[in-house]
C-alpha cells in the first residue's frame, strides 16, 4: 500500500512538473491547469491530480447525494466537470456560482455519450473561497457586455472577457517574439513627458501644484503664519545674540564661552529663517506675470502623461538601431465614441537607416505575423468569437495573414472615395481632409477587400516630425487599414533635416525650447529613419471582432470613468 501511494504521489509531481517550464516554480499542493488536462486527457485517467478554479455552475443530483461542478481556472475556455459526494464536503458551499475551490481527486473517463473528455471525482476539499449567491453581482445568465463595465473586477470570470484575455496575451507575446526575431531591442520609454508628440495638445497634465496649494493652506488654517511683530521681535533677538558674541570676544572670554554664544546665535537665526518661511507661506497657485509659475512645480516645468513614446525611442533608434517600445499611452480627448479610451497601449517601433517603404514593408509583416499567431496560438478563443461575437473572425485573419496588402497614394484614395456611386458618406471626401473611418473602412472592405496602406498624406494633417516630400504638399506618412476597424497602424518616415524639421515645428505653432534635444538628433549623426506605432485595443478589437474598444482593455479609462 506504502509502494502504491509512493507511486500516485510521484506521478502527481511529474504532472505538475510537466505543466511548468520550470519544475522549481510547482506550488507546494501540484496544482494543476485545467488546460494542461483537457490537452491531454487520456494519459491523465486513472491519475490523482490537484486543480483549483472558480464554479461556472454546480448543481446538485440525487436528491443532495452528490453535485456537478463546471470548474475553470481561467487557463482555456473549456471547463473541467467535478463530482464532489456529499460526505466529501457540504455540497450548498461549492454550488453557487463564483466559488473558487481547490481540490483534490482521481480523474476518470466518463460514461458513454458526454461530450466531456475527463471528469474529476474529488477525494478531498482543500480549501473554499464561498460565494453568497444573494448577492454576488454576475448571475448565471447571459449578461451584456454594457452591464459588465460596472463589474470591471468580475468581469474576467466571463467566457467572453476572459477570452479575450488571452488572445490579448498571445497578442502581446506575439508582438515581443516579431520584433526580437527581427532584431529589434525593447526600450522602456517614460511614461511622464515633457513633450507632446502629437502636437495636438489633448495631454494629461502631471502636476503637484493643486495638492501642494491645498497642504500649504490646510497648513496655515491649523497654524496661522507668523505677524509682522514676531518677526520683528525674532530678528532683534539675532541682534542681541550677534552683540554677545562680538562682546566675548573682544573680551577675549574662553573658548567655551564663545562656542556657546555661538550656539546661540545659530539657533536664533535658525528661528528666524523658519518664521520667515511661514511669514511668506501663500495659498493658492504660484504665478508669474499673470500666468501659472510651474517653476515651483515638482518637475520644475510642465509635465504631461505621454501621447506616445516614438520620440524618446527614437534616441535609441539613433544609437542602437532598431527599437520599438510597447507601453500605456494617454489622451484627453473627450470623446465618447467605441473607438476612444483615455488610456490605450501602443506598440512602437523606430528602424535606422529606413526609409517608407521599409516602414510599409516591417508594417505588413508585423500584422500579418499576429494574425497567424492567433491562428495556430489560440484557435479555442477564436473559435468561441466566431460563435459568439463575430463568426468572420478566423476568416478575417486568416485573409489578413495570406494576402499581400494593397498599397496606394493618399491622393489615389481620394479619387476612388470621390467616385464612389453606391454611397453616400456622412463625412465629405476630397484632397487635404484626414481620411474618416467610414472611408478607410470603404477602401478595405468593399474596393479592395483586403488591408490597404495608403501613404504619401497632405502635410498638413499630419505631425512635424514626418518627412517632407519633394512636392512640398506631402509627407512620407502612411496608415495601414484592415477590415472591421480601419486604420490599425501609422506611421512615417522620419524627418532627418534640421532646418526643415525646425521650420515644421514653428509652422505647427509649437515652441522650439521644449524639442532642442530631439533637434540634437539632428545636428550630431542624422540617420534616415522611420516607424510606426498600432494601437494594441485596435488590433484586439480586428481579431475579436467586438465593437466596443472598452472591451478589449482590462480597466477602460473614458469620460467619467476611471474605475478601480
Known amino acids: 500500500m506504502a509502494e502504491a501511494d509512493g507511486a500516485a504521489e510521484k506521478v502527481t509531481t511529474e504532472m505538475a512538473a510537466a505543466s511548468l517550464a520550470d519544475p522549481a516554480l510547482e506550488q507546494s499542493h501540484g496544482r494543476i491547469f ?37 470548474l475553470n481556472d481561467g487557463s482555456c475556455l ?26 483534490e481527486g482521481e480523474l476518470k473517463k466518463p460514461p458513454e455519450g458526454v461530450k466531456q473528455s475527463v471528469e474529476l471525482r474529488v477525494e478531498k476539499v482543500l480549501e473554499v473561497g464561498p460565494v453568497d449567491s444573494a448577492k454576488y453581482p454576475l448571475p448565471k445568465t447571459r449578461l451584456t457586455l454594457e452591464f459588465l463595465r460596472d463589474f470591471v473586477h468580475f468581469r474576467a470570470r466571463t467566457n467572453t472577457i476572459s477570452a479575450v484575455a488571452r488572445i490579448r496575451n498571445e497578442l502581446a507575446y506575439a508582438t515581443h517574439t516579431f520584433f526580437r526575431e527581427n532584431g529589434f531591442r525593447y526600450v522602456h520609454t517614460p511614461i511622464i513627458t515633457t513633450s507632446d508628440c502629437e502636437g495636438a495638445g489633448e495631454m494629461f497634465q502631471v502636476t503637484t501644484l493643486f495638492s501642494e496649494a491645498e497642504k500649504i493652506e490646510k497648513e496655515l488654517n491649523q497654524n496661522p503664519p507668523p505677524q509682522e511683530s514676531d518677526i520683528e521681535a525674532a530678528k532683534l533677538i539675532v541682534k542681541e545674540k550677534g552683540e554677545s558674541v562680538s562682546h566675548l570676544k573682544s573680551l577675549k572670554a574662553s573658548k567655551d564661552k564663545i562656542v556657546g554664544a555661538v550656539s546661540e546665535l545659530t539657533k536664533a537665526k535658525e528661528s528666524l529663517a523658519k518664521l520667515e518661511e511661514r511669514f511668506n507661506m501663500k495659498g493658492g497657485i504660484p504665478h508669474k506675470e499673470g500666468k501659472i509659475d510651474y517653476a515651483h512645480d515638482f518637475f520644475g516645468r510642465q509635465a504631461f502623461l505621454t501621447v506616445s513614446g516614438q520620440l524618446q525611442v527614437e534616441t535609441y ?51 500579418k505575423f499576429l494574425c497567424k499567431w492567433l491562428l495556430d496560438h489560440c484557435l479555442e478563443d477564436m473559435e ?48 487635404g481632409v484626414d481620411l474618416a473611418s467610414e472611408h478607410e473602412r470603404y477602401l478595405t472592405e468593399v474596393i479592395f477587400q483586403k488591408p490597404v496602406i495608403v501613404y504619401n498624406y497632405p502635410k498638413s494633417i499630419k505631425a512635424f516630425y514626418m518627412r517632407q516630400n519633394d512636392d512640398g504638399k506631402t ?15 501609422g506611421g512615417s518616415q522620419r524627418e532627418e533635416r534640421l532646418d526643415v524639421l525646425k521650420q515644421r515645428i514653428l509652422e505647427m505653432g509649437l515652441p522650439l525650447e521644449p524639442y532642442e534635444w530631439y533637434l540634437d538628433l539632428r545636428r550630431f549623426g542624422t540617420v534616415k529613419h522611420c516607424g510606426f506605432g498600432l494601437g494594441f485595443e485596435r488590433m484586439v478589437l480586428f481579431a475579436t471582432g467586438l465593437d466596443n474598444i472598452r472591451d478589449v482593455i482590462p480597466f477602460p479609462r473614458y469620460p467619467g470613468r476611471a474605475d478601480l
Not at 471547463?79 to 463564483?98: E, K, R
Not at 463568426?391 to 478575417?396: D, H, L, M, N
Not at 496588402?405 to 484614395?413: P, Q
Not at 509627407?475 to 497602424?489: C, F, S, Y
Open 384 to 431: 468561441f468569437m466566431v460563435k459568439n461575437v463575430d463568426k468572420t473572425a478566423i476568416e478575417r485573419l486568416k485573409l489578413v495573414s495570406l494576402m499581400p496588402f494593397e498599397r496606394i497614394s493618399y491622393t489615389k484614395a481620394v479619387q476612388l472615395l470621390e467616385n464612389v456611386t453606391d454611397k453616400e458618406f456622412e463625412n465629405k471626401v476630397e484632397w
Open 78 to 103: 473549456a471547463n473541467l466537470q467535478v463530482i464532489v459526494d456529499a460526505g466529501v464536503c457540504s455540497l450548498a458551499q461549492l454550488t453557487p456560482t463564483g466559488t473558487s475551490v481547490l481540490i
Open 317 to 367: 533608434a539613433c544609437a542602437l538601431g532598431n527599437v520599438y517600445t510597447f507601453g500605456p499611452t494617454f489622451r484627453a480627448e473627450h470623446s465618447h465614441t467605441s473607438r476612444h479610451l483615455a488610456e490605450f497601449w501602443m506598440v512602437e517601433p523606430e528602424i535606422a537607416f529606413a526609409n517608407l517603404e521599409d516602414d510599409m514593408n516591417y508594417a505588413e509583416s508585423y500584422v
Open 475 to 489: 509627407v512620407a506618412a502612411m496608415d495601414v487599414l484592415v477590415p472591421k476597424v480601419g486604420e490599425l497602424i
Open 34 to 70: 485545467i488546460k494542461t488536462i483537457l490537452n491531454g486527457a487520456e494519459e491523465f485517467v486513472g491519475r490523482r491530480v490537484v486543480v483549483g478554479g472558480w464554479v461556472k455552475t454546480g448543481r446538485e443530483q440525487g436528491k443532495g447525494a452528490f453535485a456537478f461542478l463546471e
